[in-house]
């Protein structure tokens, strides 16, 4: 520069040196070596760039956030997401977040065992269901006894199943028949062909009702009196009274005459047999007084 205008002069050739060589002061001297690195570094409390030399087989280059140095893999705290690639490493035990296993049974259904690998049932079987064993492990077993199931779910309970010693005093109550209608006092459950309804009595109504003793039947309530054709005494075609051992005609017309046929109490048993005949039965009153002697009859 002369007068303040750049002019050309000679000066001294540069000459060849190391890249970590003395000639840069922010360097720290070193010579090459093969996989080594260039990074800064911190040497006696002043940062030069140095020679990071190459770690060993398997390490990788990681930062602590101040520095970087070749560590063991099992150093690796952050990696991010990964979001592609195949594992094929190691099995990841559950302790790290795995299974600990490398391969489970087909269908199967997985479940915990603590620090061990994941274990896993077999596979099940059309209409069979999970349930815990005695040692409370998973597994997959057929129904059986009363109730079976099939594969959608569909339960079925077997013939002569239920019995009185399934069923017990209070256990079942009248929703759970699902009823078709509202019971109504004096009404009897019945089947109608296609679900349990209430309906009336048709047997009859009250305490007193027949009952089937084998070679006869007899009015449950023996006291009461019994009416055929009519539902008074006065109505009926024929009214047995009980008490008084008769038996009452109405005739052909339901007014308050009555004929009645009665019995004197017998002091032994006795049998009053009708001829095989038709005809008019007389009273004594219409009888004349008549003796018979021998084939010939006198007034």
Do not use: C
């Amino acid at each position: 520069m002369s007068g303040g205008v750049p002019t050309w002069s000679s000066g001294s050739a540069s000459t060849a040196h190391e890249l970590l060589s003395a000639t840069h002061t922010d360097t720290q001297v070193a010579t090459v070596s093969r996989g080594s690195l260039i990074t800064g570094q911190n040497i006696s409390g002043t940062d030069y760039w140095a020679e990071l030399e190459i770690g060993t087989v398997g390490q990788i280059l990681r930062s602590d956030g101040t520095d970087v140095s070749w560590a063991d893999t099992t150093a690796i705290t952050e990696l991010g997401t990964i979001s592609t690639g195949t594992w094929n490493a190691d099995v990841i035990d559950v302790s790290f977040g795995g299974t600990g296993a490398s391969s489970f049974t087909s269908k199967g259904v997985l479940y915990g065992n603590g620090s061990s690998a994941l274990g896993v049932t077999a596979a099940g079987s059309s209409g069979q269901i999970l349930i815990a064993t005695s040692d409370g492990t998973p597994a997959f077993v057929s129904m059986s006894g009363d109730v079976s199931i099939n594969s959608t779910g569909a339960t079925t309970i077997q013939a002569d199943s239920v019995g009185t010693s399934e069923i017990i005093d209070n256990s079942i109550t009248e929703p759970d028949l699902n009823i078709a209608n509202t019971p109504t006092a004096g009404y009897i459950l019945k089947w109608n062909g296609t679900t349990f309804e209430w309906a009336q009595e048709t047997g009859g109504s009250g305490a007193s009702k027949w009952t089937d003793a084998g070679t006869f039947t007899y009015l449950t309530n023996t006291t009461d009196d019994i009416l055929i054709g009519g539902s008074t005494s006065d109505t009926a075609s024929f009214f047995f009274d009980v008490s008084a051992s008769t038996l009452t005609f109405e005739g052909s017309t339901a007014d308050s005459f009555e004929t009645t046929l009665a019995v004197s109490n017998p002091a032994s048993d006795i049998t009053i047999t009708l001829p095989s005949q038709s005809g008019t039965v007389a009273l004594t009153s219409q009888l004349h007084n008549a003796v018979t002697l021998n084939t010939t009859s006198h007034d």
